[in-house]
């Protein structure tokens, strides 16, 4: 266990590393009558160096290493998707590396996103700035830094997010050949026809269709209808309100609700049991909601064994 001691109004603290002797001694942000908090900052630290973590007083680019090198554990147990994308918007962040992390301040961050903005896309800017922001809340829970510097960039500094093409989205649709084809019998697994199906035939955001419930179906004359009144918010695991706070009611197409009858048929077939109205209407694999992540890497896993482009 390391040591702790007052010098000031500043608690100071240093640890064994985990190749063997002592840390330099390192001031934190407890007080006096604060030498709790102190120790088990060590102890979380020790703990954390026993697993490869940066050190106390690492440098930017430790951290940076740290946090992708616990995306990929965290890819290998199906807990994490899209890390290759990740580790390239962070690397982007190269002048910032050599930086220790104890002083860093916004300005650093601020001016070297300026410097992404000029050369990628503003949306590539604004994703770079968040990952680098998740990265530096470590440090942060650890008592390293009193505040994650990225949260002290002024928001009028960040650009705003667009695309670098305008014009690149008018040919990022499919066509109705292709629609055709993907909601065909036996082309795709069958849940995630399904998913395609309600997501090009009635429109809601991902959320939408992930809460959307076997309840939310009104059997209406002539056609059918789809309710989308709660939306899934996968970062706090909730269902809530829309994001607009709009309820929508959506025509359920005769194409749709042929592939929706024959879902709704073998439902119990995938999830061992008869759904109730309160039910999901396409769970996850696991029963619970979908992830979009998770769905996007099987959509584009898909879309590469038909020879179809990424949209």
Known sequence: MGAVRLHGKWLYIRYRLAAGGWSKWTRTKYRKGQEHLARRMIADIEARAADGAPALGGTVG????A???KLLEKEKRGRAWNVGTTKWLLGLFKRLRAIPVNDIVADDVANVVDGIAETHAPRTAVAAFLQLRKILREPVRLGLLDRNPCDGVDRDRLPVKRDADPDKRRGAVYTR???ALLLSPGVLPERLRVTAAFLACTGPR??????LRFEDIADDQPLPRVIYGRSFYRG????KATKTGAVKWVPMLPELAEIFDGWRAQWAKHYGRVPTPADLVVPGAMGGPQREPYTLELWTAELKRLGLRHR
């Open 62 to 65: 430790d951290w940076i290493d």
């Open 67 to 69: 946090g992708i090198a």
């Open 177 to 179: 050949e292709e629609i």
């Open 206 to 211: 991902f959320g939408e269709l992930a809460a």
């Open 236 to 239: 706090s695991g909730t269902f």
